[in-house]
T-cell receptor
Framework: SAVISQKPSRDICQRGTSLTIQCQVDSQVTMMFWYRQQPGQSLTLIATANQGSEATYESGFVIDKFPISRPNLTFSTLTVSNMSPEDSSIYLC???????????FGPGTRLTVT | DAKTTQPPSMDCAEGRAANLPCNHSTISGNEYVYWYRQIHSQGPQYIIHGLKNNETNEMASLIITEDRKSSTLILPHATLRDTAVYYCIVRVSEDDKIIFGKGTRLHILP
């Protein structure tokens, strides 16, 4: 299994600012993903973080709003840019792939934008 | 869009078997059926997966119909700690992204 940590665990931010969320895994992983879970909703995939190349974004999500980095096989960041109250959500990092069927999820970052 | 259909909620008495259905009528021959659950305020947790045959592990059993158009997750002796949202997912491989549907909110009643 993979142990995933996220920083920060929660934050309250002002409208118009940006927040960078870190995801650290205790072992090298093939695939890393970022999800958003709005209050009372299911998880929505934002993007796949590719090591050494640009992230692959899902429909409705763009790099200018959610820039992602993945400098190596154990670390990724997601930035939520120019935040508005609609960005208030839990953001989750997930890892998997490489012949491992389970996909593991981090504890999430609870973001509130005021 | 999610490729599965699940009831929005279910109740089950503590100690009884919880049977959670899932329809995936458009599943392809190379797609697996996965089940995850999300306990309140936690990240989703893998439960089980299967391709054609029924599967069992320490958490649950997965029954897949012969035509593979539906499946049932069975929690044999439900406890209050099994209260969660359960997601049925289909995907081609372990490298494929997971798209979550709305899931089934399972309430275990004492």
């Amino acid at each position: 299994s993979a142990v995933i940590s996220q920083k920060p665990s929660r934050d309250i931010c002002q409208r118009g600012t940006s927040l960078t969320i870190q995801c650290q895994v205790d072992s090298q992983v093939t695939m890393m993903f970022w999800y958003r879970q709005q209050p009372g909703q299911s998880l929505t995939l934002i993007a796949t973080a590719n090591q050494g190349s640009e992230a692959t974004y899902e429909s409705g999500f763009v790099i200018d709003k959610f820039p992602i980095s993945r400098p190596n096989l154990t670390f990724s960041t997601l930035t939520v840019s120019n935040m508005s109250p609609e960005d208030s959500s839990i953001y989750l990092c997930s890892v998997g792939g490489g012949r491992i069927h389970e996909q593991y999820f981090g504890p999430g970052t609870r973001l509130t934008v005021t | 869009d999610a490729k599965t259909t699940q009831p929005p909620s279910m109740d089950c008495a503590e100690g009884r078997a919880a049977n959670l259905p899932c329809n995936h009528s458009t599943i392809s021959g190379n797609e697996y059926v996965y089940w995850y659950r999300q306990i309140h305020s936690q990240g989703p947790q893998y439960i089980i997966h299967g391709l054609k045959n029924n599967e069992t592990n320490e958490m649950a059993s997965l029954i897949i119909t012969e035509d593979r158009k539906s499946s049932t997750l069975i929690l044999p002796h439900a406890t209050l700690r099994d209260t969660a949202v359960y997601y049925c997912i289909v995907r081609v491989s372990e490298d494929d992204k997971i798209i979550f549907g709305k899931g089934t909110r399972l309430h275990i009643l004492p």
